[in-house]
């Protein structure tokens, strides 16, 4: 799933940050649809629209981030900590040491659990906030509904459906072996 050249970002908290040139691509197309819906259908102005747009996209994308430092937490907290993460496209996804060896599943569904509940939080902090700018209106409430959702639909009930590369995934192959009393790499 993560790609063989990705650029390297820097480091927060010991754990390396890398983004594939997909991101940047997909940075520009989702801030561009974002602005769209806001010009065209919001009826706001152009640059109100533009702004609007590159705010939406950068919450998202550190929404994804704020998901991956759930998860190292909770890695932390297992004894087996991330490496780093990486962006690929409109997602982040996490890096483990490729030495770990083996794990019991608990490790592995703790580590996958982290991310959504992380998520979770945000989720509700969001909904306090569009709370609050539903008496602001326009923009700032445009920001806090998309944010409520993205977190919402994407980085806590999305992250746990089965999809081949989502926590979701590894939380029902690790719950399987674990009912099954196997350990696997």
Not at 22 to 41: Q, R
Not at 140 to 148: C, Y
Not at 150 to 179: C, E, K, M
Request: charged fraction near 10%.
């Amino acid at each position: 799933m993560i790609p063989k050249r990705t650029m390297h970002l820097g480091k927060y908290r010991g754990l390396e940050i890398r983004t594939a040139p997909s991101t940047i691509i997909t940075a520009i197309l989702t801030t561009s649809a974002i602005f769209l819906l806001l010009n065209k259908v919001f009826k706001l102005r152009p640059w109100t629209a533009v702004t609007g747009g590159i705010l939406a996209t950068t919450l998202h994308y550190l929404s994804d981030l704020w998901h991956q430092l759930g998860h190292a937490r909770a890695a932390e907290q297992t004894g087996y900590p991330m490496k780093g993460m990486t962006f690929v496209g409109p997602l982040c996804f996490s890096v483990y040491p490729k030495n770990e060896g083996l794990l019991p599943a608990e490790t592995h569904i703790q580590r996958a659990l982290g991310g959504p509940i992380f998520s979770l939080l945000l989720t509700l902090a969001f909904a306090l906030a569009v709370l609050l700018m539903r008496f602001i209106g326009g923009l700032p409430l445009f920001l806090a509904v998309f944010t409520f959702l993205d977190n919402l639909l994407v980085f806590t009930i999305g992250a746990l459906f089965p999809l081949g590369f989502t926590d979701g995934s590894t939380l029902l192959t690790w719950w399987n072996q674990r009912n099954s009393g196997r350990l696997s790499l």
